[in-house]
């Protein structure tokens, strides 16, 4: 089954504590993306990439950290959380070709 | 940077009756337009896409939207809403060409159908 695999689904992580939240697809996808949504805003990119080694900031960037070392996977770091930067974060991917962007089912982050 | 504007935060609609999302967007260049549906604790699922041809572009579970150029608009319909269409829903615009990654997505609509 086509799909983006997100862990962990729920982390509770206290400030200042590095986490890391990976991101898995299998559809053989050149483009990967984290997105934060908070209420009000909707979804914001993060961070997005277009091959592997190749990554570029979103719209806000700040805090977070993410590598492509293997097409698959796209993790996202964050090196010191703070509580601002509680929120529910999805992984999505896209292919060269194809239009949509395929979704994870979403990390939920409370920074204590 | 493009913009993307869901005017209604929260539909309440009652079962069987017709609804409407509107979604309006900024952009001075060509787009791709998405709608993508929100269930309680999921992840984010196509409703449908706009990419070229026809307007009026059907989905999933009998919901449509027609892209209007002149209007910059791209809303979402459906003649006759179940309770299980209660969601969140999100129009999102990617910027032609085919080559760019960055989806824009407005700040969703809560559609709540009620029995």
């Known amino acids: 089954e086509a799909q983006v695999t997100q862990n962990p689904r729920y982390l509770i992580t206290v400030t200042g504590k590095k986490l890391t939240v990976t991101c898995s697809q299998n559809m053989n996808h050149e483009y990967m993306s984290w997105y934060r949504q908070d209420p009000g805003l909707g979804l914001r990119q993060i961070y997005y990439?277009?091959?592997?080694?190749?990554?570029d900031k979103g719209d806000v960037p700040e805090g977070y950290k993410v590598s492509r070392k293997e097409k698959r996977n796209f993790p996202l770091i964050l090196e010191s959380p703070s509580p601002n930067q509680t929120s529910l974060y999805f992984c999505a991917s896209r292919g060269h070709l194809s239009g949509e962007a395929f979704f994870g089912q979403g990390t939920r982050l409370t920074v204590v | 940077a493009q913009s993307v504007t869901q005017l209604d935060s929260q539909v309440p609609v009652f079962e069987e009756a017709p609804v409407e999302l509107r979604c309006n967007y900024s952009?001075?260049?060509?787009?791709?337009l998405f709608w993508y549906v929100q269930y309680p604790n999921q992840g984010l699922q196509l409703l449908l896409k706009y990419l070229s041809g026809s307007t009026l572009v059907k989905g999933i579970n009998g919901f449509e939207a027609e892209f209007n150029k002149s209007q910059t608009s791209f809303h979402l319909r459906k003649p006759s809403v179940h309770i299980s269409d209660t969601a969140e829903y999100f129009c999102?615009?990617?910027?032609?060409?085919?080559?760019?990654?960055?989806?824009?997505f407005g700040t969703g609509t809560s559609l709540t159908v009620i029995p």
């Open positions: 999102a615009v990617r910027e032609q060409p085919n080559t760019g990654n960055q989806f824009y």
């Open positions: 952009s001075s260049v060509s787009v791709y």
């Open positions: 990439s277009m091959n592997v080694e190749v990554t």
